[in-house]
């Protein structure tokens, strides 16, 4: 007779992803993924194969849970200029705590593991398409309203916003100060030529 499973998978990636954020890949080893999840050796190997394995997993897990929440605003269906200052709004505002430190897992394994690792690199070129694409999509809408011009070449723009949101969660994670942060946010938003992002108070 099987024995029963005494942990839940999901459970276990979400508490893995945090330990890679703060850690990253090289920096967290199978004892710490051992005592941070609660399972032994035997049972983490039998459920996702290999460390890499289990990383893989793990940025599967935060594209689907994490970054569709901070994605929202730009990827719903009526985002348009005001979604993509709040895309930036919500970096800025991380930056004053929950991810100050830990930053984007994506953009911090873009940075840790690069061409080295083809399997991560994987699911980093897959955000950073999806990041271009959101903005794309908003651009779009915006251009459309007016609040954009007919001229503005919008690949570029959307180019221009994903690789600077990639900049911020970088600085985010190197602990950049939370004014360096929104003043960053803000000089990349006033782009858009309306309301850019105010001043932290």
Known sequence: MGTTKQYDRTELLDRA???????GFSGTSTAMLVDDLGVNRKSMYAEFGSKQELFEAVLERYSQK????VLAPIEAPDADADAIREAFTRYASASEGWARGRGCLMCNTAVERGALDPGSARH???YLNRLTRAFHHAL???QRSGAIGPDADLDELAAFFAMALVGVAACIRAEASPAEV????????????QRPLGAIA
Do not use: D, M, Y
């Not at 992803?17 to 850690?23: D, G, K, N």
């Open 124 to 126: 980093v070129a897959a």
């Open 182 to 193: 929104h003043a960053a946010c803000k000089v990349a938003t006033s782009i858009l030529g």
């Open 140 to 142: 779009e809408n915006a």
């Open 66 to 69: 994490h970054l569709s929440a």
């Open 17 to 23: 992803v945090e330990l890679f954020r703060l850690h």
